[in-house]
């Protein structure tokens, strides 16, 4: 998975590719590099360097040519270590023709040992350097020609941008199954994985779908099918700004996300409310209202904190519009000879719309003739644009690479479906409708201030270990606040239900363990007290999150940190505010980059 971005137009300094690129930085960061066309000199400049851009930016100081067409690249290794010589863009024998790609050829090796075998020389050991040297055997003069002939060997998953040398007024883009979309400037076009790397020159986009090829030059552009046959295209345009992709004056992606929450569930809610209290309007589900009103099952299918907060729905939507939910996470469903039943909405959650599970469950789900809905974030991604019906989220590009302000915009969604749902058996759920409304001005008034949050952190910075419990509704709160807990911080961390605690986890409670016990005034209040009592009685320290009011919790648990009282299946958005930020805060302390985790990308492209 790796970022990629490639230019064509007047020519340009380079700076502003490298600007391009650093939007992409969280589709991943271990080595960076750029192969630009200086017209002057006609010559292909490569520089690359293994870190993150800042890297390649400082190479890139003092070279002062302006170009066009330029590729730019931000990687995360999949096939060869990270070295520069692994880090694309990559090159025929000759280099002539250039290559950044995202995905994986997944035939790389027997093509190989082909090109080898006739001669060529092999610098890195990607996947990806086949192609260029495969494209040096098709090219005749005229590049977009010669990608028509290679793309159909190439097995596996891509989004390419290529230029050529001798061949120096087009940049190619070609897509299979990897995110790619063409910016449409004045006489200029950026190529690129998403739209937050073309805000800076336009609004103006045209997501490409599979086996379809951009073909650009400062004339104009064409797609075409891999055939060349010209395809029209719908121009979308893209409804945030540049300062919506960046930190807005925090110091990390991260904490600009958990902190802009009451906006964006906000955002989220906006238009989706019925007239009558306890109803719902979802006017992304229309198009296949006839096929919902005969539905039977809900089958939540997502991964990482998507899925959890499927989990969060399979209790909101079985509990309150009575229809039985699954929820799995897609890598597993897929491979389960899946049965897929005709009166089952199956719902996909995806923040990217681009994860290479999600898609695959997806496909599957569909090509049985399944009914598949989606709740997905990137307008025109994959996801999206595959699924039959959806709802967006709207909370604009989510950059951090632990998902914060995607997954509450998926509890109000899923909150919004149960009502939904509801309705249609001629129930209203005003408790959750109305309480919705109240759930931005409560979270504006609890992020006021973080300070006891922080000092916790400061407290518990150097453990090893730690645990999270949670029931009923806050059981996958427990699952996600260990999520990322682990995701930045490296602390180990896992979250349990309850109910399991005696069954295995409580071995591991000593006085080095401390647990975070999801202990609100609901349904199962008692039921966590007693787990509670559990631990403390192994000298267990106990971090609870608990109702305002709750004057008991604070007698034996170590440290409380209350959240306002609402409706139990509304609670979720709330508690899971103080988790994220504790986990932000000791990546801190432990002197990580919360925005860039280690061996973690933003969206997983890949199996
Ligand atoms: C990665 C990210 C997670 C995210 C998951 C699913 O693991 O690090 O934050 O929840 O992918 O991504 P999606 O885009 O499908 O929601």
Known sequence: MCGIVGYIGKPKPIAEGLEALKRLEYRGYDSAGMAAYDPKEREVMCIKAVGKIEKLEKKLKGINIKASPFLFYTRWATHGGVTEQNCHPHSDCKGNIWVAHNGIIENYQQLKEKLVGEGHKFLSETDTEVIPHLLEHAFKGDIAK???KVVPLLRGAFALVIIAKQDPTRLVAVRKSAPLLVGIGKREYIAASDPSAVVGMTKEVVYLDDGEMAVMSDKGYTVQDINGNHLKKKVDFIDWNIEDAQKGGYEHFMLKEIMEQPETIADTMRG?????????????????????????????????TAYLAGLVGEQLISEHARIPVDTDPASEFRYRKPIIEKNTAYLFISQSGETADTLA??????????????????????????????LYNHVGPEIGVASTKAFTSQLALLAFLAAFFANRKEKKLPE????LKKIPGILARMLKDTRQIQKLAQKYAKIDNMLYIGRKYQYPIALEGALKLKEISYVHAEGFSGGELKHGPIALIDERVPTVAL?????????????????????????????????????????????????EPLAPLLSVVPLQLFAYFMALLRGYDPDKPRNLAKSVTVE
């Open 272 to 304: 989706r409310f019925g007239k009558e209290a306890g109803t719902a309007k979802l006017g992304g589900l229309e198009v296949v209202g006839d096929r919902l009103k005969n539905i039977e099952r809900v089958h939540i299918l997502a991964m990482g």
């Open 432 to 435: 959750i409708t109305e309480g």
């Open 519 to 567: 202990c609100l005034s609901d349904s199962v209040y008692e039921k966590m007290m007693s787990n509670i009592q559990e631990i403390k009685a192994r000298n267990g320290p106990i971090i609870a999150v608990a109702t305002e009011g709750d004057k008991e919790i604070a007698k034996i648990a170590d440290d409380v940190l209350y959240i306002p009282r609402v409706p």
């Open 361 to 390: 469950a997806l496909r599957e789900v569909k090509q049985q003739g399944g009914l598949t809905l989606g709740i997905i974030n990137v307008v025109g991604s994959s996801v999206a644009r595959e699924v039959e019906a959806g």
């Open 146 to 148: 010669a990608v028509q």
